[in-house]
């Protein structure tokens, strides 16, 4: 069986109530036009999911952005992956290279949230991804699989665990890799997860992430090894979103 394509949105730290249009719109798209060979999903932050989630748009699953690595307790401000499944949530991104920099989250971090949601009976998406200085030391491979390698826990399956390889230096930049860098990364991330987990390593769905937009979707997508996008910025629009959609149509 091959991975499952999933295109996911991060909204990252924007969206208000009115931002319930954009969802009614990406629905209305996906009613109206060709069906999507792939999952869509919604990640908006935490004070949306409730609602999001009960507008039961058709075709769009609601995920959330982080969570604690805990199910309850003192931690002020936090989120527990037992919430985010109260509220609605099916996914939850964790790893994300903006929480591993301002929240010097490291990869055993990553992987006891990843763990967290599993536990839950939610997807994890686990996001790995190098600096600009790294990529120029010429250590990408040995930075994202060490991070693959700390971040995934043993309970992962391909059921329950997504990868996004996400370039630090190609997040909101308008950069991006070549195609043939980026196949070069989703093989070896392939390669590690088939070592790991065997026969099933070649089931789990890899997403890229970093600049994805319309005009790059088809191309970005269409690399050996990538099973869709993880999108930032470009999430945000309702058209532009469905754009990357396209790639899969
Ligand atoms: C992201 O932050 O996950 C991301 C991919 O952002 P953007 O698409 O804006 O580069």
Request: proline content about 4%; overall charge negative.
């Amino acid at each position: 069986m091959k991975p499952t394509a999933l295109v996911a949105g991060n909204w990252k730290m924007n969206g208000l109530a009115e931002s319930r249009s954009e969802l009614e719109t990406l629905s209305k798209l996906l009613k109206e036009g060709t069906e999507a060979g792939c999952n869509v999903l919604i990640c908006p932050p935490y004070t949306l999911i409730s609602s999001f989630a009960a507008m039961n748009a058709e075709s769009i699953a609601i995920g959330a952005q982080d969570c604690h690595a805990k199910a309850s307790g003192a931690h002020t401000g936090d989120i527990s992956a037992q919430m985010l499944r109260d509220a609605g949530a099916e996914y939850v991104i964790v790893g994300h290279s903006e929480r591993r920099a301002d929240h010097g989250e490291s990869s055993a971090l990553v992987c006891a949230k990843a763990n967290a949601v599993l536990s839950e009976g939610l997807r994890a998406i686990v996001c790995v991804g190098e600096t600009e200085a790294e990529r120029d030391a010429g250590s990408t491979l040995t930075v994202v699989l060490g991070q693959l390698a700390e971040s995934i826990p043993e309970s992962a399956t391909p059921d329950n665990m997504i990868v996004a390889y996400e370039p630090v230096w190609a997040i909101g930049t308008g950069r991006t890799p070549t195609t043939d860098d980026v196949a070069e990364v989703h093989t070896a991330l392939r390669n590690a997860l088939v070592e790991r987990f065997g026969e099933n390593g070649r089931r789990f769905s890899l997403l890229y992430g970093g600049s994805v937009k319309p005009s790059n979707a088809k191309e970005l997508m269409s690399a050996p090894n990538v099973n869709g996008a993880l999108v930032g910025g470009a999430s945000l629009k309702a058209t532009d979103f469905n754009g990357i959609i396209d790639a899969y149509r």
